[in-house]
């Protein structure tokens, strides 16, 4: 099958740090190749990939010096422009870079699927709204009953899936788990200032992973920079794939206090694919990644979280991976976005029923 995939210009696909969405379309991208399908991935030029490549700029926006957002949605119309000039090549096109390419994709002749990556929030919602009709793919059941499925065609749900790969260390190397770990963005959105509050009030030893984005400035300054004093917390900043994955293994548990609704949630997923249960908010998609009792703790408030801390100890890691593998791998992201690639494909009218590997 002939495929395109529209990700967005303001990080490198795979991403250099953080990335939730381009690290999505990566690990997508590379699994449709590995099993044999023509991809195309629209993207930066500092991209790296097995696919073909397209790029109207050498370097993601977040690297470039012509980092201003008021430009971005220039360049992304551009990579959007570009893809339609090419159209006739696809069976079928993905669309990752959101609301921004909608007025532009339903003009396409060619099948277009779209993944919600993000909350449908109020500065972009009558754009979601008006195109509503078109096909549109949720992360999770969380994410299509929170985001209007009265006005958006969520024709599937698939959920994210990771490299278990990445998340394998040596077997000569010893794994301490001797420390809580918060990693995410340093935000509000995030719970970086409760997350360090638990381990506080546990007496336990905190690793801080994670970037300041500039929308975040004032939090950091008025609720983070401080607790990062405090001598249980150690602050290592933004890290790679290979320091999450040990960051991960040498862990007691991944504190997840987030204060909005989570459409899915990659740090949980790698937390279990290395066997390490997670303390949680119930919030957006949470219960659907984390089985309450058995791979971590669910909570509403700080203070249950701390008062069940207990139970982490009772957590088994093997239970942790198999709930990781059962759900969240590449291999079944990749099958599942197939069949909904095969179906709108055979919707459409005018192509052949395509058939896939497992």
Same mark, same amino acid.
Not at 59 to 83: A, V
Not at 188 to 211: N, S, W, Y
């Given at each position: 099958?002939?495929?395109?995939?529209?990700?967005?210009?303001?990080?490198?696909?795979?991403?250099?740090?953080?990335?939730?969405? =381009?690290?999505?379309?990566? %690990?997508?991208?590379?699994? %449709?190749?590995?099993?044999?399908?023509?991809?195309?991935?629209?993207?930066?030029?500092?991209?790296?990939?097995?696919?073909?490549?397209?790029?109207?700029?050498?370097?993601? %926006?977040?690297?470039? #010096?012509?980092?201003?957002?008021?430009?971005? *949605? /220039?360049?992304?119309?551009?990579?959007?422009?570009?893809?339609?000039?090419?159209?006739? #090549?696809?069976?079928?096109?993905?669309?990752?870079?959101?609301?921004?390419?909608?007025?532009?994709?339903?003009?396409?002749?060619?099948?277009?699927?779209?993944?919600?990556?993000? *909350?449908?929030?109020?500065?972009?919602?009558?754009?979601?709204?008006?195109?509503?009709?078109?096909?549109?793919?949720?992360?999770?059941? &969380?994410?299509?009953?929170?985001?209007?499925?009265?006005? $958006?065609?969520?024709?599937?749900?698939?959920? *994210?899936?990771?490299?278990?790969? #990445?998340?394998?260390?040596?077997?000569?190397?010893?794994?301490?788990?001797?420390?809580?770990?918060?990693?995410?963005?340093?935000?509000?959105?995030?719970? /970086? &200032?409760?997350?360090?509050?638990?381990?506080?009030?546990?007496?336990?030893?905190?690793?801080?992973? +994670?970037?300041?984005?500039?929308?975040?400035?004032?939090?950091?300054?008025?609720?983070?920079?401080?607790?990062?004093?405090?001598?249980?917390?150690?602050?290592?900043?933004?890290?790679?794939? =290979?320091?999450?994955?040990?960051?991960?293994?040498?862990?007691?548990?991944?504190?997840?206090?987030?204060?909005?609704?989570?459409?899915?949630?990659?740090?949980?997923?790698?937390?279990?694919?290395? +066997?390490?249960?997670?303390?949680?908010?119930?919030?957006?998609?949470?219960?659907?990644? $984390?089985?309450?009792?058995?791979?971590?703790?669910?909570?509403?408030?700080?203070?249950?979280?701390?008062?069940?801390?207990?139970? $982490?100890?009772?957590?088994?890691?093997?239970?942790?991976?198999?709930?990781?593998?059962?759900?969240?791998?590449?291999?079944?992201?990749?099958?599942?976005?197939?069949?909904?690639?095969?179906?709108?494909?055979?919707?459409? +009218?005018?192509?052949?029923?395509? #058939?896939? /590997?497992?």
């Amino acid at each position: 099958m002939r495929i395109a995939q529209l990700a967005p210009l303001v990080e490198s696909v795979p991403p250099k740090g953080y990335g939730g969405t =381009e690290l999505v379309v990566d %690990l997508l991208t590379e699994e %449709l190749v590995k099993e044999g399908h023509d991809v195309t991935l629209f993207a930066s030029g500092d991209s790296v990939t097995s696919a073909k490549l397209v790029s109207i700029i050498p370097e993601c %926006l977040r690297s470039s #010096q012509d980092n201003f957002r008021h430009r971005w *949605n /220039t360049y992304d119309i551009r990579s959007i422009l570009t893809l339609k000039k090419m159209q006739d #090549q696809f069976d079928i096109i993905h669309n990752h870079m959101g609301y921004l390419a909608l007025p532009f994709l339903s003009e396409f002749k060619t099948p277009v699927i779209t993944t919600n990556h993000n *909350n449908v929030v109020p500065y972009c919602q009558e754009l979601y709204f008006q195109f509503g009709h078109m096909p549109f793919v949720a992360i999770s059941q &969380a994410y299509k009953r929170l985001n209007f499925p009265d006005k $958006i065609n969520y024709v599937d749900v698939v959920y *994210n899936g990771i490299d278990f790969d #990445q998340f394998v260390l040596p077997e000569n190397e010893k794994i301490s788990r001797d420390y809580l770990l918060f990693i995410g963005r340093i935000s509000q959105a995030k719970g /970086t &200032a409760c997350a360090i509050d638990i381990a506080i009030e546990l007496g336990l030893p905190i690793k801080v992973a +994670g970037k300041v984005d500039a929308a975040d400035i004032t939090y950091y300054e008025e609720h983070v920079k401080e607790r990062l004093k405090h001598p249980l917390v150690d602050y290592i900043g933004e890290v790679t794939v =290979e320091q999450k994955a040990r960051l991960y293994a040498g862990a007691k548990a991944v504190v997840y206090p987030i204060d909005f609704d989570e459409p899915f949630g990659l740090v949980m997923a790698e937390a279990l694919a290395v +066997g390490t249960p997670l303390m949680a908010f119930d919030r957006g998609s949470v219960r659907e990644i $984390i089985t309450d009792g058995v791979v971590g703790i669910v909570g509403d408030t700080k203070q249950e979280l701390i008062e069940r801390y207990g139970e $982490i100890e009772k957590i088994s890691s093997e239970a942790c991976i198999n709930r990781a593998k059962e759900n969240f791998s590449k291999e079944r992201m990749a099958k599942h976005y197939l069949e909904v690639y095969q179906r709108l494909v055979v919707g459409s +009218g005018t192509k052949r029923l395509y #058939q896939f /590997t497992n």
